[in-house]
T-cell receptor
């Protein structure tokens, strides 16, 4: 069945460092891909999404490109801030013809030190 | 505008008891979803409503779990004869429409602890 694999955390970086969080997926059909973020004590929030191959989603300085050939959707940011500390989840929509279910990775905890 | 709200935020119960978890979706959203998140894992799909009907309940783990949405807005997730393994954060989400591209907006969750 469909699945999402994320790099394990925690990932610890210094402020202004470059960030990459890897995400790969297995899916039938052509899913949409999402990154959600969960800040401490808060609910899941959509960070960015891409709905077809080669699309780039971007928000708050974060970017991710839907790569069908490598089945990847890696999250990147050029210069992280302490306020980016959170848990990041990669997800895809759909399971076969059911395109509303979100299938999630396990999450990657990001810690940014000043 | 108001986001998705869930009550209670925390629920502690004893094994074998019955619990109800409530979700208020964003006004005007026709689709509503329940997920369950165990510690250190991503959310796991439970059930999806389109309007008043459960369009897909394939994620409910067994017949102790049931959910309703009688008026197409508020939803209640009901768990009978709770077990320790039911302990998790139960998340509710809503979206304007259904479809893989639609953004699901999440509530803060209800943390259920079964002693």
């Amino acid at each position: 069945g469909d699945s999402v694999t994320q790099m394990e955390g925690p990932v610890t970086l210094s402020e202004e460092a470059f960030l990459t969080i890897n995400c790969t997926y297995t899916a039938t059909g052509y899913p949409s891909l999402f990154w959600y973020v969960q800040y401490p004590g808060e609910g899941l929030q959509l960070l960015l999404k891409a709905t077809k191959a080669d699309d780039k989603g971007s928000n708050k300085g974060f970017e991710a490109t839907y790569r069908k050939e490598t089945t990847s959707f890696h999250l990147e940011k050029g210069s992280v801030q302490v306020s980016d500390s959170a848990v990041y989840f990669c997800a895809l929509s759909g399971r076969g013809g059911s395109n509303y279910q979100l299938i999630w990775g396990a999450g990657t905890k990001l810690i940014i030190k000043p | 505008g108001a986001g998705v709200s869930q009550t209670p935020s925390n629920k502690v119960t004893e094994k074998g008891k019955y619990v109800e978890l409530r979700c208020d979706p964003i006004s005007g959203h026709t689709a509503l979803y329940w997920y369950r998140q165990s510690l250190g894992q991503g959310p796991e799909f439970l059930i999806y409503f389109q309007g008043t009907g459960a369009a897909d309940d394939s994620g409910l783990p067994n017949d102790r779990f049931f959910a309703v949405r009688p008026e197409g807005s508020v939803s209640t997730l009901k768990i009978q004869r709770t077990e320790r393994g039911d302990s998790a954060v139960y998340l509710c989400a809503s979206s304007f429409n259904t479809g893989g591209t639609d953004t699901q907006y999440f509530g803060p969750g209800t943390r259920l602890t079964v002693l």
